[in-house]
């Protein structure tokens, strides 16, 4: 039978602080297993969450930045085999030299079946080295629809948003350090997916539906 409800958890940053990376992974995996007894389809996780909220300030991204499901990345690539669910882990990653701010897309059997790369980096981030990603985002294919991603300030250009429609994306998740506010409901409506966004601040998380209306 086709699939009518998917299960979505999406979870803040709020209250999380580490001595270091590592432990800040151990932490969001704590976090994400208190989601457990709903058996989430998929978890969406914060913007850069392993370079934030440190005690010691945010690393350098040469000491950050890895290739996809290696070192920081890859206990997350663990929950999801062991689990049986797909995660959106946002992480720096590192391709031919340039560092991205990414999001890994991770499927139930914890293989990196997709990567986004943030279109628009701030002025700071690309200051720090962060390369800008390539125009056209993916759509990744799951077992209950098409997801895309948009991170942080790519909020604000809309063609990336469209983009997505035009694959056919029914689910964007918004991995942010902000909370956009109205924002992503204005999106959701406009472009007819629904959006989930995650953030690091105090603003709650949220899921908006295709008409606009918060869920």
Request: charged content about 20%; aromatic content about 8%.
């Amino acid at each position: 039978m086709p699939r009518t409800q998917v299960w979505v958890a999406s979870l803040t940053q709020v209250g999380l602080v580490a001595r270091t990376p590592e432990e800040m992974a151990e932490h969001m995996l704590a976090r994400m297993a208190e989601t457990l007894p709903l058996q989430p389809d998929i978890l969406c996780l914060p913007e850069a969450f392993l370079a934030a909220n440190l005690e010691g300030g945010r690393p350098e991204l040469e000491a950050i930045a890895e290739e996809p499901l290696t070192g920081l990345s890859a206990p997350f690539g663990e929950y999801a085999r062991e689990h049986g669910c797909y995660v959106v882990c946002p992480t720096y990653t590192v391709a031919g030299g340039r560092c991205y701010n990414a999001a890994l897309i991770i499927d139930r059997q914890g293989r990196c079946i997709g990567e986004y790369r943030k279109i628009n980096p701030t002025l700071g981030e690309i200051e720090r080295g962060i390369t800008p990603g390539p125009l056209d985002p993916p759509a990744i294919a799951t077992d209950f629809g098409r997801i895309g991603v948009q991170i942080c300030w790519d909020v604000n250009w809309h063609d990336n948003w469209r983009r997505l429609r035009d694959q056919g994306a029914d689910i964007v998740f918004w991995p942010s350090a902000f909370s956009g506010g109205e924002m992503l409901n204005a999106l959701a409506a406009t472009f007819k997916y629904y959006v989930v966004s995650s953030t690091r601040n105090t603003h709650p998380c949220k899921i908006v539906d295709p008409l606009g209306d918060d869920l």
